[in-house]
């Protein structure tokens, strides 16, 4: 088996399947094997004369019985009095939603426009705001941290409790 010179992501494919654009590690400007970066590319499907190209589909990798179609499961935040609010996964780190995870804990939540900030009955959580979508999120740690609470995370099982 010959090594790999490239190595990358499908990120694009033409109209007609004639090019693919790629992101590719090992590579320079003029494209060649002596990489000092990743960059963006276009390339013919048709490989070169003398090369060839091999595409494996990360898909077909899951384990036999999977089921491909679904999207993997949202990390969810169990509260102390039953609440269960969906987290989102960003950077390997666990946000939640400020309004909705306020709220069911019992907080009067209101924004603050002019300081740009979530206010926990009256009082600003000290921490980095994260807008997405028009909704405001933090870190659950520092949510946890500024709430008084202990965190019990459990990766395989997806699940962030809230100990309190």
């Not at 807008?131 to 699940?159: Q, S």
């Amino acid at each position: 088996m010959r090594r790999a010179f490239h190595c990358g992501f499908v990120s694009g494919v033409s109209a007609d399947g004639s090019e693919i654009e790629t992101i590719e590690g090992n590579t320079n400007l003029d494209g060649g094997a002596e990489g000092y970066g990743v960059f963006r590319r276009q390339r013919k499907t048709e490989p070169k004369q003398g090369y060839e190209m091999q595409y494996l589909r990360w898909v077909d990798r899951l384990p036999i019985g999977a089921n491909r179609s679904e999207t993997p499961r949202q990390y969810l935040c169990k509260l102390p009095n039953g609440g269960e609010i969906e987290l989102m996964r960003r950077n390997g780190h666990l946000l939640a939603p400020l309004r909705a995870l306020g709220e069911m804990a019992g907080s009067v939540v209101t924004w603050d426009a002019e300081h740009q900030a979530v206010l926990y009955d009256s009082a600003p959580l000290p921490m980095e705001i994260i807008r997405v979508g028009g909704v405001a999120y933090g870190l659950l740690r520092e949510v946890a941290d500024a709430m008084g609470w202990l965190l019990d995370v459990d990766h395989d099982r997806r699940v962030a409790r809230v100990l309190q």
